[in-house]
């Protein structure tokens, strides 16, 4: 058989939408999707880390299936018929985003506020929802931690070991509703195995990490202050 004829019995075939498309073995439902320009929201999805499924917004309706299924790890499978916008799917989606907005501040994560819009998503349908109300923790020179604003998607726990960095400085803690990112044995970051690249702060989808400057100026703390203060804190880890 040719080069090309084995590509092509390799190809597998499923309907995304209706429209029918062929993707190589090992791709996802939203790589699929990708391919017909079908857009799947995400949460803790992004492309510099695993996918681990956990937001749960990419969910799409698999034919036959009794649940449904997060496109971002479910593979694609040979006839397979999905639906990425049926009612049931923007039922659970909504449900999601309303679950958020219940418990979390999202006022700095415009994409999740972009998709609370687009479902419809009623803020006040779980009025009795506990809030995360967290403290700030503004232990280190670099970045504060506002874990109020944290969704869980484990973007900055992924940087931080596998996918990136190596250095394991973050992890979940708790258990249930009480989890939440943190540190072994809950000591401050410059305890810990952390080198400050930065790369847990580019990921986060909501501001619960943030550059301290940035922060800062939110303080209403004048600019030249505010590199004085970060100066002698880095000048004093030094010492």
Known sequence: MSQIGENMAEEIHLTIDGTEVAVAPGTTLREAAERLQTH????????????????????????????????????????MKIQTGSERVRR???????MLESTVDLSEAP????????????????????RRALPVYDDNPMYIRDYSKCVLCWRCV?????????TYALNFTGRGFDTEIGTFFG????????VFCGQCVGVCPTGALKPKREWLLEQGIPADEIMEMTRSERRRRRK
């Open 40 to 79: 799947i929201p995400v949460i803790c999805y992004h492309e510099a880390t695993t996918s681990n499924g956990l937001c749960r917004m990419c969910v799409v309706e698999v034919e036959g299936a009794r649940t449904l299924a997060p496109a971002c790890v479910a593979l694609a499978v040979e006839g």
């Open 92 to 98: 659970a989606r909504r449900t999601i985003l309303e």
């Open 111 to 130: 994409e999740i506020q972009a998709y609370a819009s687009e479902y419809a998503a009623d803020p006040q349908r779980f009025p009795d929802a506990d």
């Open 158 to 166: 992924q940087v931080c070991a596998d996918d990136a960095q190596y």
């Open 187 to 194: 000591e401050g970051m410059p305890a810990t195995t952390c």
